[in-house]
């Protein structure tokens, strides 16, 4: 699954370049982001490319989550269509959904100045 | 197994069948265990009784009045045949669950249960049984045995120490036939027996053959070489045994029939064989057709035969058949005739063609091509009429073998057609007729409130007392002035004309008659894919799903809403290639129909059987990554549904209901 990587301040930002990830690409998915994610407190998710998430993709990020403890992981960019999906299966629920990459990074910074990291 | 499971149950289903023929004045009553409802009522009243078993849990009661004892061996008979009847059914059902995994069982039983030659003669049926289950692996070794009283005899064996006949308590067939279950050794240290032909074998596998609920053989396979013998080496030694239990319960049967002098008896035992094997359900659920059928025996047994087969992709198909020749062996070759119909109409089409399947002509090729040496070798022949419907198209196309020309009602001229391949320039041979011979299929279009009319020659050559036959014109009359009658009432006023017409000279062949009528409406319009399980298919599948919705009239659906189906056909798409394939690959059908009311999505997959609809609701705590799926396409539709037909393929519908009008954008 093609996607870039970058860190800024201790946040891992990991921006997907794909139209979709689906029940074809989540397992490829998830084992890349179990090696990128390993040990790391605080990451974001930037959707904004993707038009399309089906179950197993929301199950590859639902791992991610796992992963991370819990807490850490943001989501970012989702459009009307993946945020269906991710309501659909109380998903927003679990994790923080912001707008964009750069309010999702300005959230971390002010949970971290209130001491709220996870 | 107490008697409330028994009422209602597959078994007397099959009794009350075969019960249903036999003549009102039969002086045998037949009634369940528990006493307080008759299967047949007595009509004189009854005072012998005989309990019977047919296996240990059937307990039936059968009565007769004094001096008709020799009834009661016939009744028993029948309960003996109802209880193989169920076991048959469900063998049938086990192999359709089969039909993924073991394609191997399913030839076999085809190869043997379809040649009509072994079905008369049981050594080379159990021969050939044998060689299926040594051919599952080089080097296989084995043997069938029969029990005789108290000795173990090898009817078959392909063996380089041939089996000599034994005790019936020794070794592993002992074994097996104590326990009247399979057994499956791989690692063989001695300890069962010490049989001389399994001296130097490494692992053994042994089934054993269960006939009117005793066992009364045994399948054994063996191996010199070390090895592991596995679930689906079982499956296959089972499904064989249960084959080679039915061949030697029919010759029972037949003998029986023969030896015991009585002609009566040979009819009844030939009319429940036509009952139970020659005639069909009548299917009740075909989408756009109507169906009416109506098999009245004669006094004697024929060889007519139908049978119906749905493909799961909006065709349906008949086939309508007449075995020259009466009595057991016509209803034998007619029941083996239909039984490689079905093989090949439930087939896939020739080379990586998996939906729809091989067209009429083809199948009626692959048909004769593994009967007619036979029939030749028997000297029978069968006429045959295969017609398929394609309700979506508006077309039926047949293939004649021989047999009565078909007739068509067509509704907007109000004019009957009589289907004749003579008149368009063909002939086309009865099967068993000549080993060359090609089938041609021809094409008529239908349209709404149209109706088909097959039938056997007994329709047509009824005769009048004074010697007239009552003829196609007066058959093509009779469906003209019913016309507008629902199919079945249709195909039983005809048949009350003919016998009406026959009246005392009475009627002498059977009577067998099918009616086909289109419904009024046209059906739904539609749009098909079929992508194989590899990278990029779900995709093509979300596209597709795009296209269909651009393709309603007045686009009732949104931009929003389509994205929901996007994701609800990904998710039963992806359903399909993880369960139904296992991953592995495999072909995906879908189909798209949609009318005024409703958007219908259709996936056929020809993979294992797999219900997603009776998935169990997900977790939303995040602790399990899967299982959403089914709940998502819940969600998103109104209504989804997994079917399969017997040896069909797995069908998920996925219906949304299309928004009001005002609604609409």
Redesign the interface.
């Known amino acids: 699954v093609k996607h870039v990587s970058e860190t800024v301040g201790s946040t891992h930002v990991v921006t997907l370049l794909d139209e979709?990830l689906?029940?074809?690409d989540a397992k490829e998915f998830r084992r890349q982001m179990e090696r990128e994610l390993a040990g790391k407190e605080c990451a974001v998710l930037d959707l904004a490319q993707v038009r399309?998430v089906?179950?197993?993709g929301?199950?590859?990020i639902?791992?991610c989550?796992?992963l991370m403890g819990?807490g850490g992981l943001r989501l970012c960019g989702l459009s009307?269509?993946v945020r269906?999906?991710v309501e659909?299966?109380?998903?927003d629920?679990?994790l923080d959904v912001h707008a964009n990459r750069e309010e999702a990074l300005a959230a971390i910074r002010s949970d971290a100045a209130l001491g709220l990291e996870a | 197994v107490s008697t409330l499971a028994l009422r209602d149950s597959p078994f007397q289903r099959a009794l009350q069948t075969l019960l249903s023929p036999l003549p009102p004045h039969l002086p045998l009553g037949v009634r369940l265990r528990d006493g307080d409802g008759w299967l047949r009522q007595p009509p004189h009243g009854a005072d012998q009784n005989r309990m019977c078993s047919g296996n240990g849990s059937l307990g039936v009661t059968l009565c007769v009045p004094a001096g008709e004892e020799a009834l009661l061996d016939f009744g028993e008979a029948l309960v003996a045949a109802a209880s193989r009847i169920c076991d048959l059914e469900e063998q049938r059902e086990g192999l359709c669950e089969e039909l993924g995994t073991a394609y191997e069982s399913l030839s076999a039983v085809f190869d043997i249960g379809g040649d009509p030659a072994l079905l008369l003669a049981p050594a080379r049926a159990l021969a050939k049984v044998l060689d299926h289950a040594v051919a599952f692996e080089p080097g296989l070794e084995g043997a069938v045995w029969l029990a005789r009283g108290e000795a173990l005899e090898p009817a078959q064996w392909r063996a380089a120490e041939p089996p000599v006949a034994r005790d019936a308590g020794f070794g592993i067939v002992g074994r097996i036939l104590r326990e009247r279950r399979g057994v499956i050794v791989n690692a063989r240290g001695g300890g069962w027996g010490d049989e001389p032909e399994l001296r130097g074998a490494r692992r053994v596998a042994a089934a054993p053959l269960i006939a009117r609920g005793e066992a009364v053989g045994a399948l054994v396979v063996w191996h010199a070489e070390p090895g592991s013998f596995d679930s689906r080496l079982m499956g296959l030694l089972t499904t064989l045994c249960s084959q080679a239990a039915l061949i030697l319960e029919q010759e029972r049967l037949r003998q029986e029939a023969v030896a015991g002098e009585k002609l009566r008896r040979e009819i009844e035992i030939g009319g429940n064989i036509q009952q139970v094997l020659l005639l069909g359900r009548t299917p009740a659920d075909v989408t756009g057709l109507e169906i009416g059928t109506l098999a009245r025996a004669s006094r004697q047994v024929d060889g007519d035969f139908f049978g119906f087969f749905h493909h799961g992709n909006g065709t349906f198909d008949i086939v309508l058949g007449d075995v020259m020749g009466k009595g057991i062996p016509a209803a034998l070759v007619g029941a083996a005739v239909k039984s490689q119909f079905q093989r090949f109409a439930s087939t896939t089409g020739p080379a990586g063609r998996k939906f729809p399947c091989a067209e009429p002509a083809e199948i009626v090729a692959a048909v004769h091509e593994q009967v007619s040496a036979t029939l030749i070798e028997l000297g029978r022949f069968v006429t045959a009429i295969y017609a398929r419907f394609d309700v979506a198209k508006g077309m039926m196309t047949y293939v004649d073998c021989g047999h009565t020309d078909a007739l068509h009602h067509r509704s907007d001229v109000d004019k009957v057609d009589l289907l004749s391949v003579k008149a368009a320039g063909r002939t086309n041979l009865p099967l068993g007729f000549a080993r060359e011979t090609r089938y041609e299929q021809v094409n008529v279009p239908f349209g709404p409130k149209d109706t088909f009319l097959f039938y056997s020659d007994g329709l047509t050559e009824a005769r009048a007392p004074g010697g007239t036959f009552f003829g196609v014109d007066a058959v093509a009359t009779a469906l003209a002035r019913g016309r507008d009658l629902r199919a079945q009432l249709l195909v039983d006023r005809i048949c009350g004309e003919v016998e009406r017409f026959s009246a005392s000279a009475g009627i002498h062949d059977d009577l067998t008659c099918i009616a086909v009528k289109i419904a009024g409406t046209p059906p739904p319009a539609r749009l098909c894919l079929e992508v194989e399980n590899e990278r990029g298919s779900l995709a093509r599948v979300r596209r597709f799903v795009t296209d269909v919705c651009a393709q309603i009239p007045g686009t009732p659906f949104g931009d929003e809403q389509v994205a929901e189906f996007h994701l609800a056909l990904t998710e039963a798409a992806s359903n399909v290639f993880d369960h139904a394939y296992g991953g592995g690959p495999g072909t995906l059908r879908i189909e798209a129909l949609w009318g005024p009311e409703e958007l219908r999505f259709r996936l056929l997959d020809r993979g294992k059987p797999f219900n997603p609809v009776a998935a169990k609701p997900p977790r939303f705590d995040g602790s399990v990554d899967g299982g959403f799926g089914v709940y998502i396409i819940r969600q998103i539709m109104d209504l989804f549904d997994y079917t399969r037909g017997e040896g069909g393929p797995n069908v998920l519908e996925l219906v949304k209901r299309l928004p009001k009008k005002d609604g609409a954008r």
Do not use: I, T
Not at chain 1, 88 to 91: A, E, G, K, S
């Open positions: 979709a689906d029940a074809q399309f089906d179950s197993s929301l199950g590859a639902l791992a989550l796992r819990g009307p269509e269906k999906a659909l299966v109380r998903m629920r679990l």
